[in-house]
Structure formats: structure tokens, C-alpha cells
């Protein structure tokens, strides 16, 4: 992927500063959209106090908080703006284990957001009971829909003779996965646009993938799964991915599906796509009420839940 030199030195700005925080200590668990809706609207915390307060809950801040190489740093990586006579950062860091991730500030409201929240961690804790479970040798893996690339850091850093692609179709999700990857010092991790697996070739034996699964009526592509109920890019993954897995190759797809009068579409449409003794498959819940706050949202009338699920797909032979 190539970049502008201007970007190249913004990138670099924004590296260095996830380094500084991280010698630092920072620490911040990223929450759900809501959960941080209502710790921000409580009294005092109208504005940031702390780096916790101006990094993870997006909080207005004077420039006296941070220092001045910090100030400068955040200028440089162009991730600074303007709220009155304050400031604010456009970006969140937030950590996982030992990671430590740079992703969209709060509230995501542009189109080309890069999302980390609860999901991530679940997503993540998905990766790892594959990994310790499955005999399979890794030596090619891709993260499809990488946003900020912590699918793809996490098999990189268990698995570190393995190549790992991370793909998606929005510029700024692949530069966010390229600055968390040199982060944490993983080189086995490159960055490609992408579509799916539309624009990579070969066989993997490890396709992961934590796509959106939100029916979003204003079609933000870090949010919106397409389809009736948010389900068809989830579908779409599972059709592409089959077809890209090479002998004893996986499938780990963490997503969500909209259940209506206990029915769950999404189920009913894997369980054609891979019919035939050409598959194992699994599917589970992981979590049975997640983001309840949407069913309020029009065209979830129907909705009863949001069920969070992993399916896992292998090739046999």
C-alpha cells in the first residue's frame, strides 16, 4: 500500500506516540457505544483529566493537559481538532493484553471509521481457543475486514512463523493496522485493499474475519452487514472464504445476527452453504444479547436480540 510522504511522517507521529503511551503505562479497556455514551454524560466528566480521559473516553481537553511534545506529536500525526476553545483527539487507543491499539475516537459517525469495542475482545478470545486447539500448521493466514487490525496481531503474535495478511476496503483501517502492528513489533503482519478476498490470491489455512453485522440506515461501512437484518456480508464471507481455504484450512468467523421469533437466518443459510461431507463446521452462541440499544432502531421492529456467534468452518483432506 502506498503512501503520500505527508501521510508517511502523520503515520510515524502517531507510532511514536502509542510508543510514549505505552511506556507510559497507558492502559484503557474500549466499551460499547452506549456504556460510553453514559459514563461521559455523568457530572465531571464533561472534560478530560487525565490521558485516559483525552485517549480512550474521547474527552475534550486543554492543551495544559498533555505535553508539548505530546501536543506536537498529535499535531503532526493530524489527529487533532478543535471543540471551542478546547481541543480533542480523532483518535482512541485502547489495549488488549499486551496490545495496544489506535482506532477511531468516539462517537464513530464517519463513514470510514475504524471500530474496536467488546467485539474485539470477544473476537479475539475466538482466535485463541482455535489456536490452542487446532493441529493444523498456519503458515499463511488473512483477516478479512481487518479494521484495526487486531485479528491479525493477535494470530501473528501466537504464531509467529506465519504470514498474515490483513485486507480491507477502507485506507484508513489499513493504516491504523499498520501502526498497531509496528507497535507491537510484529513484521510477519502486511497491509493490502481489498475487498473481501477479491483482490488476494492463493490458499490459506487460517481466514479470519469480525465483519459488521449492524442494519445501519446510513450505510457506514465500519457498521452496516447489508442484507434485511445486517447478515448478507457475513454470508458473503463464508461463500468467498470456502473457496480460498486450502486442505485442513479454517474458517473463524465472529459476527452477530438479528434474531426474529427465535430464528436465526444466518444459521439457516450456512447450513446450505455447507452441506456435504466436504465440511466440518461448528456454530455457537457466544454471547446471546449483545447491543440491545439497536432494537430501537427502524427495522429492527421484529428483532427479539442480537445474538454475538462464531462459526468455525474447516476443509477436510
Same mark, same amino acid.
Given at each position: 500500500?502506498?503512501?503520500?510522504?505527508?501521510?508517511?511522517?502523520?503515520?510515524?507521529?502517531?507510532?511514536?506516540?502509542?510508543?510514549?503511551?505505552?511506556?507510559?503505562?497507558?492502559?484503557?479497556?474500549?466499551?460499547t457505544?452506549?456504556?460510553?455514551?453514559?459514563?461521559?454524560?455523568?457530572?465531571?466528566?464533561? $472534560?478530560?483529566? /487525565? &490521558?485516559? @480521559?483525552?485517549?480512550?473516553?474521547?474527552?475534550?481537553? *486543554?492543551?495544559?493537559?498533555?505535553? %508539548?511534545?505530546?501536543?506536537?506529536?498529535?499535531?503532526?500525526?493530524?489527529?487533532?481538532?478543535?471543540?471551542?476553545?478546547?481541543?480533542?483527539?480523532?483518535? $482512541?487507543?485502547? /489495549? &488488549?493484553? @499486551?496490545?495496544?491499539?489506535?482506532?477511531?475516537?468516539? *462517537?464513530?459517525?464517519?463513514?470510514? %471509521?475504524?471500530?474496536?469495542?467488546?467485539?474485539?475482545?470477544?473476537?479475539?478470545?475466538?482466535?485463541?481457543?482455535?489456536?490452542?486447539?487446532?493441529?493444523? $500448521?498456519?503458515?499463511h493466514?488473512? @483477516?478479512?475486514?481487518?479494521?484495526?487490525?487486531?485479528?491479525?496481531?493477535?494470530?501473528?503474535q %501466537?504464531?509467529?512463523?506465519a504470514?498474515?495478511?490483513?485486507?480491507?476496503?477502507?485506507?484508513?483501517?489499513?493504516?491504523?493496522?499498520?501502526?498497531?502492528?509496528?507497535?507491537?513489533?510484529?513484521?510477519?503482519?502486511?497491509?493490502e485493499?481489498?475487498?473481501?478476498?477479491?483482490?488476494?490470491?492463493?490458499?490459506?489455512?487460517?481466514i479470519?474475519?469480525?465483519?459488521?453485522?449492524?442494519?445501519?440506515?446510513?450505510?457506514?461501512?465500519?457498521?452496516?452487514?447489508?442484507?434485511?437484518?445486517?447478515?448478507?456480508?457475513?454470508?458473503?464471507?463464508?461463500?468467498?472464504?470456502?473457496?480460498?481455504?486450502?486442505?485442513?484450512?479454517?474458517?473463524?468467523?465472529?459476527?452477530?445476527?438479528?434474531?426474529?421469533?427465535g430464528?436465526?437466518?444466518?444459521?439457516?443459510?450456512?447450513?446450505?452453504?455447507?452441506?456435504?461431507?466436504?465440511?466440518?463446521?461448528?456454530?455457537?452462541?457466544?454471547?446471546?444479547?449483545?447491543?440491545?440499544?439497536?432494537l430501537?432502531e427502524?427495522?429492527?421492529?421484529?428483532?427479539?436480540?442480537?445474538?454475538a456467534?462464531?462459526?468455525?468452518?474447516?476443509?477436510?483432506?
Amino acid at each position: 500500500m502506498q503512501l503520500a510522504p505527508q501521510q508517511i511522517q502523520a503515520d510515524q507521529a502517531l507510532l511514536q506516540l502509542g510508543k510514549r503511551l505505552r511506556a507510559d503505562g497507558y492502559r484503557f479497556t474500549c466499551v460499547t457505544p452506549a456504556t460510553h455514551a453514559r459514563v461521559n454524560a455523568r457530572p465531571g466528566a464533561e $472534560r478530560a483529566r /487525565t &490521558l485516559r @480521559d483525552v485517549f480512550g473516553w474521547s474527552r475534550p481537553f *486543554p492543551p495544559s493537559l498533555v505535553s %508539548a511534545d505530546e501536543l506536537d506529536q498529535l499535531r503532526q500525526a493530524q489527529v487533532l481538532a478543535t471543540r471551542g476553545e478546547w481541543l480533542v483527539s480523532t483518535v $482512541r487507543w485502547s /489495549t &488488549l493484553e @499486551d496490545l495496544l491499539l489506535v482506532h477511531s475516537a468516539y *462517537p464513530t459517525e464517519a463513514n470510514d %471509521a475504524v471500530f474496536f469495542g467488546p467485539d474485539s475482545y470477544r473476537f479475539a478470545q475466538v482466535i485463541h481457543e482455535h489456536l490452542q486447539r487446532t493441529p493444523k $500448521r498456519i503458515e499463511h493466514a488473512v @483477516d478479512i475486514g481487518c479494521g484495526s487490525g487486531v485479528g491479525a496481531l493477535v494470530v501473528a503474535q %501466537a504464531v509467529p512463523h506465519a504470514q498474515v495478511t490483513a485486507v480491507d476496503i477502507n485506507p484508513l483501517a489499513l493504516r491504523y493496522t499498520a501502526i498497531n502492528a509496528a507497535l507491537a513489533g510484529l513484521s510477519n503482519v502486511s497491509v493490502e485493499p481489498s475487498d473481501l478476498l477479491g483482490g488476494i490470491t492463493g490458499l490459506f489455512d487460517l481466514i479470519i474475519a469480525n465483519p459488521p453485522y449492524m442494519l445501519d440506515v446510513k450505510e457506514r461501512t465500519y457498521r452496516h452487514g447489508g442484507g434485511p437484518l445486517g447478515a448478507e456480508l457475513s454470508v458473503r464471507i463464508v461463500e468467498q472464504a470456502c473457496e480460498r481455504l486450502g486442505p485442513g484450512g479454517s474458517l473463524l468467523l465472529y459476527t452477530g445476527v438479528a434474531i426474529v421469533d427465535g430464528r436465526d437466518a444466518l444459521l439457516e443459510a450456512i447450513r446450505l452453504r455447507l452441506a456435504g461431507p466436504e465440511w466440518s463446521w461448528v456454530y455457537r452462541e457466544v454471547d446471546p444479547d449483545v447491543f440491545g440499544e439497536q432494537l430501537d432502531e427502524r427495522g429492527y421492529e421484529q428483532v427479539e436480540r442480537i445474538a454475538a456467534v462464531a462459526l468455525t468452518v474447516t476443509r477436510n483432506g
